[in-house]
């Protein structure tokens, strides 16, 4: 049985030992890939794999657990372990990651709770999540024949609050349930974060996150260490070896040379984890925002990361590089040539069926009656659509001015099934007018989630709560009677393609392509408006023309010898006859 300690330094089985880590998470790549991008971490001569636990994915709804497919999360530890990799892993109910509200589960919202506190309430969810979770863990620990080294407690908490009752109760649990290697927190690596966020006086190890500068950010946490009497390695929990993109920004990339310098100066000082190693794909709804002052900015389906390994799991530049200088510093390391995937681009394919939201409505969405409107997560919804729908009188000759008042994120207003308005963050609020001919108009607001903050001031605050917040005014009083649509479009089954599509209105548009080899792709979404892609009823992502990335990244696991349906639901009334299929990402270009 191995063994591993934190002391003075890392020791595995009685020797001194260097951690090279790579971040992969295993629900960010299709299962089927997971021994690829596995394969290519040891390959670059690492030894560990380090990897977060998504809450929200693995209870999606109160007491529902799921641990299949790409949640399988024992079966990615065991290939790990096959291929001589250990593994960090960090179960903690908060992670951050550019991932929908930072993996706490939406329907924590019901109770307007707390999180990230002592809450007593919060708490005893995290009790009844850890409870199905960590046994499952606690079997892959090195005491156990297993290949885990250590666990994280929580994730960058310095950087949100000092609640030490907090996180030692978030350590009890996680002893609770039958964890037993050594613990760790990771923060940002100056004193204020690091005091903040670590249980250094209970002796769980403290790590830093950073992407550059790092004799001098190490310096900054020696020094935190020698103030407390600690001993420690020092461990760049997460070295940035690159970044995410958010929609309408340019695609950011990071020099590779100057990034293989920065990395190499940090191993030579310390252990490193590489954040990201392989980045992968937000699939469904999951991507995060960042939080800016009264406007939001989610963060793109991809999350290519500009990582070492592309988004299908390939060697990019800097994996070849990185190895080159491994290889001269660290020969022994048992090097080997990366595995690369082959992409193809398919023919494109002609639109098969195409039917309007409001006509397939009632077969894809249950109405519920509310006289003012109800936010999301009050019908146990909490990713994707919610459309409010109520009726207005006609009180003068003149245009009517009505305002929503406080929607999260983007409504779209319909008129009589006419396409009135489109309003997001700073837009919402403003006057919109409407030509009311008749007596009586039905007007039709779609929401959409475009995804929670996973990161700072506004993880709690009112507007990660999704919806038509306050409601429609008309003229200076708030519309009552609504009937509202949930739509959180797990799967596309219940269209109805036999019902009337008409021009301008969201709708759903399904394509058919006939396969015998099979390859990952990217779809090309150029000409499309927004929306999201479902292939054989899977959501493989959002899509937007403000970019900067126009494709969506298919692994050919989701695609099956045969039939394949690829459905997009659009909402923006623009859509292509054919859609086109492409061999590697499509950007969107600058004049």
Same mark, same amino acid.
């Given at each position: 049985?191995? =063994?591993? #300690?934190?002391?003075?330094?890392?020791?595995?089985?009685?020797?001194?030992?260097?951690?090279?880590?790579?971040?992969?998470?295993?629900?960010?790549?299709?299962?089927?890939?997971?021994?690829?991008?596995?394969?290519?971490?040891?390959?670059?001569?690492?030894?560990?794999?380090?990897?977060?636990?998504?809450?929200?994915?693995?209870?999606?709804?109160?007491?529902?657990?799921?641990?299949?497919?790409?949640?399988?999360?024992?079966?990615?530890?065991?290939?790990?372990?096959?291929?001589?990799?250990?593994?960090?892993?960090?179960?903690?109910?908060?992670?951050?990651?550019?991932?929908?509200? &930072?993996?706490?589960?939406?329907?924590?919202?019901?109770?307007?709770?707390?999180?990230?506190?002592?809450?007593?309430?919060?708490?005893?969810?995290?009790?009844?999540?850890?409870?199905?979770?960590?046994?499952?863990?606690?079997?892959?620990?090195?005491?156990?024949?297993?290949?885990?080294?250590?666990? #994280?407690?929580?994730?960058?908490? &310095?950087?949100?609050?000092?609640?030490?009752?907090?996180?030692?109760?978030?350590?009890?649990?996680?002893?609770?349930?039958?964890?037993?290697?050594?613990?760790?927190?990771?923060?940002?690596?100056?004193?204020?974060?690091?005091?903040?966020?670590?249980?250094?006086?209970?002796?769980?190890?403290?790590?830093?996150?950073? &992407?550059?500068?790092?004799?001098?950010?190490?310096?900054?946490?020696?020094?935190?260490?020698?103030?407390?009497?600690?001993?420690?390695?020092?461990?760049?929990?997460?070295?940035?070896?690159?970044?995410?993109?958010?929609?309408?920004?340019?695609?950011?990339?990071?020099?590779?040379?100057?990034?293989?310098?920065?990395?190499?100066?940090?191993?030579?000082?310390?252990?490193?984890?590489?954040?990201?190693?392989? %980045?992968?794909?937000?699939?469904?709804?999951?991507?995060?925002? @960042?939080?800016?002052?009264?406007? =939001?900015?989610?963060?793109?389906?991809?999350?290519?990361? =500009?990582?070492?390994?592309?988004?299908?799991?390939?060697?990019?530049?800097?994996?070849?590089?990185?190895?080159?200088?491994?290889?001269?510093?660290?020969?022994?390391?048992?090097?080997?040539?990366?595995?690369?995937?082959?992409?193809?681009?398919?023919?494109?394919?002609?639109?098969?069926?195409?039917? @309007?939201?409001?006509?397939?409505?009632?077969?894809?969405?249950? @109405?519920?009656?509310?006289?003012?409107?109800?936010?999301?997560?009050?019908? %146990? #919804?909490?990713?994707?659509?919610?459309?409010?729908?109520?009726?207005?009188?006609?009180?003068?000759?003149?245009?009517?001015?009505?305002?929503?008042?406080?929607?999260?994120?983007? +409504?779209?207003?319909? #008129?009589?099934?006419?396409?009135?308005?489109?309003?997001?963050?700073?837009? +919402? %609020?403003?006057?919109?007018?409407? =030509?009311?001919?008749?007596?009586?108009?039905?007007?039709?607001?779609?929401?959409?989630?475009?995804?929670?903050?996973?990161?700072?001031?506004?993880?709690?605050?009112?507007?990660?709560?999704?919806?038509? &917040?306050? %409601?429609?005014?008309?003229?200076?009083?708030?519309?009552?009677?609504?009937?509202?649509?949930?739509?959180?479009?797990?799967?596309?089954?219940?269209?109805?393609?036999?019902?009337?599509?008409?021009?301008?209105?969201?709708?759903?548009?399904?394509?058919?392509?006939?396969?015998?080899?099979?390859?990952?792709?990217?779809?090309?979404?150029?000409?499309?408006?927004?929306?999201?892609?479902?292939?054989?009823?899977?959501?493989?992502?959002?899509?937007?023309?403000?970019?900067?990335?126009?494709?969506?990244?298919?692994?050919?696991?989701?695609?099956?010898?045969?039939?394949?349906?690829?459905?997009?639901?659009?909402?923006?009334?623009?859509?292509?006859?054919?859609?086109?299929?492409?061999?590697?990402?499509?950007?969107?270009?600058?004049?």
């Amino acid at each position: 049985m191995e =063994d591993f #300690q934190v002391k003075e330094n890392f020791y595995l089985n009685g020797q001194p030992f260097k951690i090279l880590s790579g971040a992969i998470h295993y629900f960010r790549v299709h299962p089927d890939d997971w021994f690829h991008s596995l394969y290519n971490l040891k390959a670059l001569g690492f030894n560990t794999v380090e990897t977060y636990i998504p809450w929200n994915l693995h209870e999606p709804r109160k007491g529902e657990f799921q641990f299949e497919g790409v949640l399988d999360v024992e079966h990615f530890l065991q290939l790990a372990q096959e291929l001589g990799l250990y593994a960090i892993v960090r179960p903690s109910p908060y992670i951050c990651a550019e991932w929908e509200w &930072g993996g706490l589960p939406g329907w924590l919202m019901e109770r307007r709770t707390s999180v990230r506190t002592d809450e007593e309430w919060f708490l005893k969810q995290v009790d009844d999540y850890y409870s199905r979770l960590l046994p499952r863990l606690a079997k892959f620990q090195l005491t156990q024949g297993g290949n885990i080294l250590m666990f #994280q407690v929580e994730n960058e908490y &310095g950087s949100y609050g000092e609640n030490k009752a907090y996180l030692r109760a978030i350590a009890g649990l996680m002893r609770k349930y039958g964890l037993t290697a050594p613990f760790f927190t990771s923060d940002g690596p100056w004193r204020a974060t690091l005091r903040a966020g670590s249980l250094i006086v209970d002796d769980i190890l403290v790590t830093g996150n950073f &992407g550059s500068k790092p004799t001098e950010n190490f310096a900054q946490m020696q020094a935190f260490f020698e103030e407390n009497g600690k001993s420690w390695p020092l461990m760049c929990m997460e070295f940035w070896d690159g970044w995410f993109n958010r929609w309408g920004e340019e695609v950011i990339r990071r020099d590779p040379e100057e990034l293989v310098a920065a990395v190499m100066d940090t191993i030579s000082l310390g252990s490193i984890n590489l954040y990201m190693f392989h %980045g992968g794909t937000n699939f469904g709804f999951m991507n995060g925002c @960042s939080a800016r002052g009264q406007h =939001d900015l989610p963060q793109v389906t991809s999350y290519d990361y =500009d990582a070492i390994l592309d988004e299908a799991g390939n060697p990019t530049q800097k994996f070849y590089l990185l190895q080159e200088q491994m290889r001269q510093i660290y020969p022994d390391l048992g090097y080997l040539e990366p595995l690369v995937k082959p992409s193809r681009a398919y023919p494109s394919i002609s639109v098969a069926d195409k039917v @309007s939201l409001f006509s397939t409505l009632d077969t894809i969405a249950t @109405s519920h009656t509310s006289f003012y409107p109800k936010n999301m997560e009050m019908y %146990g #919804q909490i990713t994707g659509y919610i459309l409010f729908r109520t009726t207005l009188e006609k009180d003068k000759d003149e245009a009517e001015r009505v305002r929503v008042i406080d929607a999260r994120d983007r +409504i779209q207003l319909y #008129q009589d099934g006419q396409w009135v308005a489109t309003q997001y963050q700073e837009e +919402i %609020g403003e006057e919109i007018f409407l =030509d009311l001919k008749e007596m009586e108009t039905e007007v039709s607001i779609l929401v959409e989630n475009m995804g929670r903050v996973n990161y700072g001031h506004k993880l709690t605050a009112p507007t990660q709560s999704k919806g038509l &917040g306050r %409601g429609l005014m008309a003229d200076l009083h708030f519309v009552g009677q609504w009937e509202i649509f949930p739509l959180p479009l797990e799967n596309v089954s219940g269209v109805d393609f036999s019902k009337e599509w008409k021009f301008g209105q969201p709708a759903f548009y399904r394509y058919v392509i006939e396969l015998d080899d099979l390859a990952d792709t990217y779809l090309d979404m150029s000409g499309f408006g927004k929306g999201v892609v479902f292939v054989n009823q899977q959501n493989i992502g959002r899509f937007w023309e403000k970019g900067p990335i126009l494709s969506l990244y298919l692994s050919k696991g989701y695609l099956k010898k045969g039939e394949n349906e690829i459905v997009v639901f659009e909402t923006e009334g623009r859509y292509r006859e054919r859609l086109a299929f492409s061999q590697k990402p499509v950007y969107q270009t600058t004049n």
